[in-house]
């Protein structure tokens, strides 16, 4: 692999911050009602210097904004499942794993204000693309319950679609906080989490 120059490193700190100026803009104003030339002004630098990193200039913005948020929060989540081994209880697992992908949504409200809003500007590619990483934290959990059910610690079920419904329940606490300020007790989490080992136990 070859070794970066300092060049190469300031060119993605640059870039870099271009990402995350564009992204607090579009949150905060929507991606219509934020221009270049503001964008630049919030940067402290040239439309000219943008549009070399970005050609596309705006949408090729907005589009590497999403990206950029989508893969760190699946890799955030898929390396909380890295927890989840045999020797961890299935309540104590479901309820890390229900804690963690909570606090991926909330950590990064930004990103889910921009994707709701600007949604239609996405093309088929990528809105594809981001269902696909979005399924991939799903699928391992998945994995996991099949694991389970192999020791006998759980029935034998169809495990994407108990995914589905368990993660069902906890976005529906993710989304009433994020956009009405609904702040449900951790109990809740709790009461969700024993529901389904007693629907799952075998």
Known sequence: ???KTSRDIQAAERKQQILDV?????????????SMRELN???GMGEALTYHHFPGGKLEILNAVLQAAQEKRIKSIMGSMEFLGEDMPLRKSLLTFAHRLTEQFMDDKEYFQILFREKN?????????INELTLQPLEA???????????????????PIAVSQFTSQIAVIIF?????D?????QWLERIVDHYVSL???
């Open 1 to 3: 692999m070859k070794k």
């Open 41 to 43: 002004k919030g940067l």
């Open 182 to 186: 609904v702040d449900t007790d951790s």
């Open 22 to 34: 564009a992204k607090r803009l579009f949150a905060e104003n929507g991606y219509h009602a934020t």
């Open 121 to 129: 500007l996405l093309n088929n590619e990528q809105l594809s693309l």
């Open 200 to 202: 799952w136990s075998g």
């Open 141 to 159: 959990m998945a994995n996991f319950l099949a694991d389970r059910a192999a020791l006998g610690e759980v029935r034998a079920m169809d495990f």
């Open 176 to 180: 009433r906080k994020m956009f009405f």
